[in-house]
């Protein structure tokens, strides 16, 4: 099976940089994703990552360590726009589904 | 391009009707198309896999009899929720999947349908 950790919620300002983080667990690993979703909405894609090390686009960043089951999610300069939960998911190479984790509330402050 | 929708995006009914809801591909063909079912302040719960022409794959614990899944083409996909109650209520996304540009199989998400049982 698979098990996917991230935290539930966190808070930043305005400006800020903020690292959301995600472990996971897998035995058929074949890319790991990342999603944003605002409330009432689908999910939209962000990045991802298949080898290991950063991919940067814009102002979000997803970084993978493959060995350590482990990526994190990285937003600078931070807008009140970015108020959302962000999903990281990983897909199994077995039968290609994509299993989400619970998702991290991210609260943006003034 | 790679647009997925789907009808109805909202619905209410009366408990122990059923509702269908329909997945569609708008400008490529799928190779197949995944059902998810998210309750309030929770992560997208897997319910199935559907594939052209065959049997949907389902999640344990998803019902299928109540749960119906019909991939009738490469673009369109069908979920009937049979004798809905109003635990079912839910925000249900499908998606569809496509060997993209990056080299791997990208999945679309629609923009969801919210079922709300009375």
């Known amino acids: 099976g698979q098990n996917i950790d991230q935290p539930t919620e966190m808070t930043a300002t305005e400006g800020a940089i903020v690292q959301i983080n995600c472990t996971y667990q897998?035995?058929?690993?074949?890319?790991l994703f990342w999603y944003q979703q605002h409330a009432g909405e689908a999910p939209t894609f962000l990045s991802y990552?298949?080898?290991?090390g950063l991919e940067e686009k814009g102002r979000f960043s997803s970084f993978l360590s493959r060995s350590k089951g482990y990526s994190y999610l990285l937003l600078k300069e931070l807008q009140m726009k970015d108020s959302a939960s962000y999903l990281c998911?990983?897909?199994?190479?077995?039968?290609?589904?994509?299993?989400f984790g619970k998702g991290t509330r991210l609260h943006i402050l003034p | 391009g790679a647009v997925v929708s789907q009808h109805p995006s909202w619905v209410i009914c009366k408990s122990g009707t059923s509702v269908k809801i329909e997945c569609r591909s708008l400008?490529?063909?799928?190779?197949?198309m995944f059902w998810y079912r998210q309750f309030p302040k929770q992560s997208l719960m897997l319910m199935a896999t559907?594939?052209?022409?065959?049997?949907?794959?389902?999640e344990q614990g998803v019902e299928k009899d109540k749960f119906l899944i019909n991939h009738a083409s490469l673009t369109l996909s069908t979920l009937t929720v049979t004798s809905a109650h109003p635990e079912d209520s839910s925000f249900y996304i499908c998606?569809?999947?496509?060997?993209?540009?990056?080299?791997?199989?990208?999945?679309?998400f629609g923009p969801g349908t919210r079922l709300t049982v009375l």
């Open positions: 990552n298949v080898l290991d």
């Open positions: 897998t035995s058929g690993f074949n890319g």
């Open positions: 998606s569809a999947s496509l060997l993209g540009a990056l080299g791997h199989n990208e999945q679309f």
């Open positions: 400008d490529f063909q799928a190779t197949t």
């Open positions: 998911a990983v897909r199994d190479y077995r039968d290609d589904k994509i299993i």
């Open positions: 559907s594939n052209e022409g065959s049997k949907a794959t389902y």
